[in-house]
């Protein structure tokens, strides 16, 4: 049996005839692969109806003009040029009777162009039988190979470089079918890192000539998914969503072409809002987290994807690290402190995952608490305590409290020893976060996570401090059995995910967290995270059932803090007035007709009116129309909630250089 094939076989086009697909874009959003451009306004164009009743007119004066002047009805001048033009001799002739005939039928021609020049016959003709507009969103073919040093399959950037050699090798690759669009990126992504570091390229030159298409593979070997459920262009970055509906609330440039989301635009972050079963996952979570899935197999991107356990967001396959939480068969543990080893940031990060939810606990005091014992626990054990631990210093069990502190003693650590008694003295403070820690902490402390979070060096650590390398990772929750522990490790991981991507050494590859669900996630030290993300290239993807699902306090801060807001078909008249007053309004012109009943005074004309009302049952009006420009919201609450179709989505965007695209009505069924 021959190898099995490193990567999906191919479904679409070649690679050289996807290289050669031109890529045009009208804003941000736009599926720029075979791009048609369209105006900017609707042409106007002239009703078929009056077409067919011009050519008709101009068809009866051709013939009416013609029978006029073969009759002789407008005399003789008409025959004077065939006249000049021939011998004298030729008339009644045979030859001068063919002549004649050859000049009138000039003549009909020449009178039938003329005619219907006036009459719009080819604008008719083309209307009625010429061939049918392009479907809108259809994408425009492969253009013709361009010149060698500018086809992207001939590599010119290595020629251009002196890489002749190395060049010729990839661009055999290509004419053979053994290289697809992850290793085209990826080794373009490799050839970058060269160019900025000259001292890598003599392992690059070596890699190429070595392995070909493989060259520069992504550390797990893999050169594609098992599986694609989306339509990807990795020149572009792009994962298109759907198309852009062709109705009147969408500008007209950007109606019935695609709607595609990059890292340009998710650097900003998005949040979704739609009821269960609006297609949040299958149509926006799905497809951006295999992009970037995708990206990460070229070398451009890390993706954390946070979802309950059995959401499909693909095989486990398709993934470097899967944490199963709560699965004893998963083969990777959480780290819950992050991957830090600096105490105080550790308890900052746990506090808010832990209480950053709870109105009546404050998160500073709260990351103080737990400082008070991490540190202490530290110094004497050299790592951070487990989830049991933990929880007996939380809860101030005397036996974990006097070891503790017999250790500290034995080890001479005399501030980390003030630390654990002030604690002390603390947790018998009325309002002390303790308690509370303790009541959080319990949640992880059953037996179906026993074994996870384990600080021993005893399972395979993921960590969110691996954001420079380019991994793909999905968590999986136990949201059927454990969901208060689900939403508070959710929002452990968004407060890890958004402390990990600032500090970041590398800044040239886009990280970006995906919550398949952001319920009770999000906090007030959560959100200005993510409005922090866009600065260091990364970004974050949060879905929400509605917007109740997080405290009001947050509504605008949190809409406020994302670049791109996306709501579903049917979500509810609260919900959707708080995208209207994000997307605000805009001025538009508006027409009114006021219909206003004419009195004649001469009693002809009275008589004319009386038999018109009588015979139509309509008295006589008028027409008055009055154009002004008035300011309206894009959407309004009532048209988010109640004129949506099924399947669709309005969506607006921001890029991270601030170029805006207004809310479109997408469908994501396209």
């Given at each position: 049996m ?12 070649t ?7 031109p890529r ?10 075979g ?39 407008l005399?003789?001048?008409w025959?004077?040029?065939?006249l ?56 425009a ?39 697809n ?57 792009q ?6 509906q ?5 500008p ?10 990059d ?12 009821p ?13 987290v ?7 197999l ?9 979802c309950?356990?059995g ?22 543990d ?30 500073r ?37 006097r070891?503790?502190?017999?250790a ?98 590398d ?40 917007l ?19 709501a579903f078909a ?5 919900d ?95």
């Amino acid at each position: 049996m021959p190898p099995a094939p490193g990567y999906a076989p191919a479904t679409g086009p070649t690679l050289r005839d996807w290289l050669h697909t031109p890529r045009r874009t009208d804003g941000p959003g736009t599926w720029t692969y075979g791009h048609r451009p369209r105006p900017a306004v609707a042409p106007e164009l002239t009703p078929v109806r009056q077409l067919a009743v011009g050519a008709v007119i101009s068809l009866a004066a051709t013939l009416l003009l013609w029978s006029l002047v073969s009759n002789g009805y407008l005399g003789s001048f008409w025959i004077w040029p065939l006249l000049v033009l021939t011998p004298d001799s030729w008339p009644g002739t045979v030859t001068g009777n063919n002549a004649l005939h050859i000049y009138n039928i000039f003549l009909l021609l020449l009178m039938a162009a003329v005619f219907g020049r006036l009459g719009r016959w080819p604008e008719l003709l083309r209307r009625v039988f010429g061939r049918r507009p392009a479907p809108r969103g259809e994408e425009a073919p492969a253009e013709a190979a361009p010149p060698p040093e500018q086809d992207l399959a001939e590599w010119p950037e290595l020629r251009a470089a002196g890489q002749g050699e190395i060049a010729g090798r990839l661009a055999a690759e290509v004419r053979e079918g053994r290289m697809n669009d992850v290793d085209f990126t990826r080794i373009r992504r490799a050839w970058s890192s060269v160019r900025v570091d000259p001292g890598r390229l003599g392992a690059f030159a070596e890699a190429v000539r070595r392995d070909g298409a493989a060259a520069c593979v992504h550390p797990s070997g893999g050169r594609d998914l098992p599986v694609r459920a989306a339509r990807h262009d990795l020149l572009a970055r792009q994962v298109r969503l759907g198309t852009v509906q062709d109705g009147e609330r969408n500008p007209y440039a950007r109606r019935g072409t695609g709607l595609a989301l990059d890292p340009g635009l998710l650097g900003t972050s998005l949040l979704a809002v739609g009821p269960p079963g609006a297609g949040k996952t299958h149509a926006l979570v799905r497809p951006v987290v295999e992009s970037l899935a995708l990206q990460a197999l070229a070398g451009q991107a890390a993706v954390v994807a946070v979802c309950a356990a059995g959401t499909q967001l693909g095989p486990d396959a398709a993934y470097d690290v899967v944490v199963k939480l709560g699965d004893p068969r998963s083969d990777y543990d959480l780290d819950l402190y992050g991957g830090t080893a600096d105490p105080d940031e550790a308890a900052a990060l746990l506090a808010e995952g832990l209480v950053g939810d709870l109105a009546d606990t404050d998160s500073r005091r709260a990351a103080t608490a737990l400082a008070q014992l991490l540190g202490p626990f530290l110094a004497a054990y050299g790592r951070l305590p487990g989830v049991p631990e933990l929880r007996e210093l939380l809860d101030g069990t005397p036996e974990a409290v006097r070891a503790l502190g017999a250790a500290l003693d034995a080890g001479g650590h005399r501030a980390m020893r003030r630390e654990l008694d002030a604690r002390e003295r603390q947790s018998a403070a009325p309002g002390d976060p303790g308690r509370a820690l303790a009541d959080r902490v319990a949640l992880l402390d059953r037996p179906a996570f026993s074994g996870f979070f384990d600080t021993t060096g005893g399972t395979r650590l993921f960590s969110l401090r691996t954001l420079e390398h380019p991994l793909r990772v999905r968590i999986d929750l136990p949201e059927r059995g454990h969901g208060e522990a689900s939403r508070m490790l959710a929002r452990l991981v968004l407060a890890q995910f958004t402390a990990n991507a600032a500090v970041r050494t590398d800044h040239s590859l886009f990280a970006c967290l995906v919550l398949d669900d952001a319920t009770r996630t999000l906090t007030s030290e959560t959100v200005r995270g993510v409005q922090r993300l866009r600065s260091v290239n990364a970004g974050a993807v949060l879905t929400l059932r509605t917007l109740d699902d997080v405290p009001e306090a947050l509504h605008t801060a949190l809409l406020g803090a994302v670049g791109c807001r996306m709501a579903f078909a049917g979500i509810t008249t609260w919900d959707g007035k708080r995208f209207a007053e994000a997307w605000g309004t805009e001025w538009v012109e508006t027409k009114v007709v006021t219909q206003r009943t004419v009195f004649a005074d001469q009693p002809l004309t009275r008589a004319i009116h009386s038999f018109r009302k009588l015979v139509t049952g309509k008295a006589v009006t008028t027409d008055a129309v009055t154009v002004r420009q008035v300011e309206r919201e894009r959407w309004s609450a009532s048209d988010l909630a109640h004129t949506v179709p099924a399947g669709h989505a309005v969506l607006s965007l921001r890029t991270v250089g601030g170029d805006p695209a207004p809310p479109l009505l997408v469908d994501l069924r396209g």
